[in-house]
């Protein structure tokens, strides 16, 4: 153990000597051979070396200052925890992420330049007859997390972009990374290209902030090159939706603030849960960035924050659904990939609508859940065919669910009428949720089918209609429409929109939920302006929405075909 120590120290005196001789300008070209003249200055302007790291291994908290002492170094805080590492070597030992005790301390190298650098050391507490003694040897022997660091000035996401691109093009690759809630950083990883001469294989770019948009992409490009990985990822996706559920079903986090940190005791006594159980949830939920973790206990963050009830746009009703009836039916996926049934109705022995309509909670529940992806409609009432219709203008929202877009519309646009068609039993939630909005005097109720689509409406809404069904039932649904609306009406239909080009899309995953529950699908534009070609529509136009949803434009083009 004695030794031991005595390597750490020696490892941790040679980085702040590194600390002390180098700067930026000449540091970055050791790593990156080949980088010079103006897109070097341009990098030097853009980023600075910030400090270098390493891991080691104390006994315990004194152990850790006597080495800093030894060193010259002075820790000014006491250790943050270090997400980032602490999952790191989770994976790599095969150890559980919370048995692992790792912190960092940032103490100050006084530099030659007058800089003021740090030397970042992070610390695993390994104490006397640990079973930890191999991963610090396998460590101190691979030097997995020794590394250089630079910081963004301005983490403007196009300068972000521009620097890693960078990195890229001068042979560094991407080695992972994460965000840190502690501290509200985003972390990057390189490992330096084979011919770099800095003593130093791995390099972070440290951002201030939130950039798990752009951190995302490089953590794609790194796992492409760890397929193992990628797939063990993948495969715990159930998890994920579980523990969601599970943290929606137990209503944790309307017993959670998102302003300070609550204890895992003062949690569990409020919502009745086993404490090491619970606190085992919530570290897998700081992972997935749903909660974050301070000295105070547990705190919500704004994604959390969602899964409040009470919350604007709550999601718990979509966390309820997705970790219910439609993760049982999930099961059924192969079944229904092998002979095109549908899973929902082999698990549940119904079609979804009859199965929810039987149970009035369920109902309500996949009612909530669907006004739970309300975002997409945000930029919905300013689309032009609203914004210019006269005043007294009726809006029809066919299949208009618990009425949250047409109290979106009519609010929006106090000089419109609305009339809601829906199935009886979601009528008067519908008639409750206008009500509350003070739209009643300006809407009309109507029980019934698609073949009840009222006529001489001046803008038809089909809002997440089409994709529950196969074309020959979206045909007769769109002539019911067609025969219903006056030449001059407009019909706008919202749907995800799958891709032409493959990219990546929430119309894609949505078309595997729709095919696995109701038999329905996503479709391409194109495909949508055949069938709305069939019931003698027209297509005239496309906008997007959020969540990767669209609004499509349709108007009459003739007399419906009604073959």
């Known amino acids: ?98 048995d692992l005790d790792i912190g960092v301390l940032r103490p100050v190298a006084e530099c030659p ?14 104490p006397p007859g640990s079973d930890l003694d191999t991963v610090a040897a396998h460590e101190r022997e691979r030097q997995h997390e020794a590394h ?16 890693c691109a960078a990195f890229g093009r001068y042979g560094a690759t991407p080695d992972g990374g994460g965000y840190n809630p502690h501290e509200n950083g985003t972390v990057f990883y390189f490992t330096a290209p084979a011919e770099a001469k800095a003593g130093y294989r791995r390099v972070e770019l440290y951002v201030p902030g939130d950039h798990r948009d752009i951190l995302a992409a490089h953590l794609d490009e790194h796992r492409e090159r760890q397929p193992a990985e990628t797939l063990l990822r993948l495969l715990t996706g159930a998890w994920t ?57 547990f705190r919500l963050t704004d994604t959390g924050g969602l899964l409040r009830a009470d919350a604007e746009g709550s999601m718990r009703p979509l966390a309820l659904m997705y970790g219910g009836p439609f993760y049982e039916s999930f099961a059924g996926l192969g079944h229904t990939v092998r002979t095109g049934q549908i899973a929902f109705e082999q698990r549940f022995g119904e079609n979804h609508f009859d199965h929810f309509a039987r149970d009035p909670e369920l109902a309500e529940l996949f009612d909530r859940s669907m006004a739970a992806g309300s975002r997409m409609f945000d930029p919905l009432p300013a689309h032009p065919v609203l914004t210019a219709a006269a005043e007294g203008a009726t809006v029809v929202d066919i299949a208009g669910g618990n009425g949250e877009l047409l109290s979106r519309i009519l609010s929006a646009h106090p000089r419109l009428h609305g009339l809601l068609l829906e199935r009886p039993q979601t009528v008067e939630a519908a008639r409750r949720v206008l009500g509350a909005a003070g739209h009643t005097a300006r809407c009309t109720f109507r029980a019934g089918d698609f073949a009840d689509v009222p006529a001489g409406g001046d803008i038809y809404v089909l809002s997440r209609v089409l994709h529950d069904w196969d074309d020959d039932r979206c045909r007769e649904i769109l002539r019911h429409c067609a025969r219903a609306m006056p030449d001059t009406a407009d019909l706008l239909v919202v749907e995800r929109v799958l891709p032409a080009d493959g990219s990546a899309s929430l119309a894609t995953a949505w078309d595997l939920h729709m095919m696995c529950n109701v038999g329905g699908r996503e479709r391409r534009a194109d495909h949508y302006a055949r069938l709305f070609a069939d019931a003698g529509l027209t297509l005239v136009g496309r906008a997007p929405l959020p969540l990767d949803g669209s609004v499509l434009h349709v108007r009459r083009t003739g007399p419906a075909n009604t073959v």
């Not at 010079?36 to 104390?58: N, Y």
């Not at 250089?148 to 620097?163: I, K, M």
């Not at 939706?241 to 609550?262: H, I, K, N, S």
């Open 1 to 98: 153990m004695i030794m031991a120590l005595s390597g750490d120290t020696s490892r941790l005196r040679a980085t702040v000597d590194f600390v002390k001789e180098q700067d930026t300008a000449t540091l970055l070209p050791l790593l990156l051979p080949g980088l010079d003249g103006p897109e070097l200055r341009t990098m030097v302007e853009r980023c600075d070396f910030s400090h270098a790291a390493l891991l080691v291994f104390p006994p315990g908290e004194a152990a850790l200052e006597a080495m800093l002492a030894d060193c010259g170094l002075v820790a000014d805080a006491p250790p943050a925890p270090s997400v980032v590492v602490r999952e790191r070597l989770a994976v790599r030992h095969k150890r559980c992420a919370a």
């Open 241 to 297: 939706t579980q523990a969601l559920a599970a943290f929606a079903r137990l209503e944790v986090a309307d017993a959670m603030d998102g302003e300070r940190g609550v204890g895992v005791a003062e949690l569990a006594r409020e919502i009745g849960a086993f404490a090491p159980n619970l606190a085992t949830l919530l570290r897998y939920l700081t992972m997935l960035g749903v909660v974050s973790e301070d000295r105070d206990g």
């Open 113 to 126: 330049d007058g800089a003021r650098r740090t030397v970042e050391v992070f610390a695993l507490t390994v």
């Open 148 to 163: 250089v660091a630079f910081e963004v000035e301005a983490p403007d996401p196009l300068v972000l972009r521009g620097l």
